[in-house]
Nanobody, 125 residues
């Protein structure tokens, strides 16, 4: 059974930074793509960014490009989301997810198999 556990969420001020971590267990993560999604109050879950199985290819939603960065440490079965220049619009529950290795990192939720429980990020103005 694959388990994903996010951590690092919390309260930040606008312009500040947070780093989320997602630690996995139960499988060899080096063969999977991983991604971060988020869900703001009253909105659907949206793709934030993803990284390929090697940790070399990344993809981001336009609203976070240049501010967020994803990295993957296969030796630790962990994926990170470094979030800089945070704004109140980034307030959401952030979820990490795991899916099969694909040449193009998917942005659809149904392309991912396993999900974490989520971690709350709140950005104050």
């Amino acid at each position: 059974q694959v388990t994903l556990v996010e951590s690092g969420g919390g309260l930040a001020q606008a312009g500040g930074s947070l780093r989320l971590s997602c630690a996995g267990s139960g499988h060899t993560f080096s063969i999977y793509n991983m991604a971060w999604f988020r869900q703001a109050p009253g909105k659907g879950r949206e793709f934030v960014g993803g990284v390929d199985w090697q940790g070399t290819l990344t993809r981001y939603v336009d609203s976070v490009k240049g501010r967020f960065s994803i990295s993957k440490d296969n030796s630790k079965n962990t994926v990170y989301l470094q979030m800089n220049s945070l704004s109140p619009d980034d307030t959401a529950v952030y979820y990490c997810s795991l899916g099969p290795s694909k040449a193009v990192i998917p942005v659809r939720q149904d392309q991912y198999i396993y999900w974490g429980q989520g971690t709350q990020v709140t950005v104050s103005s």
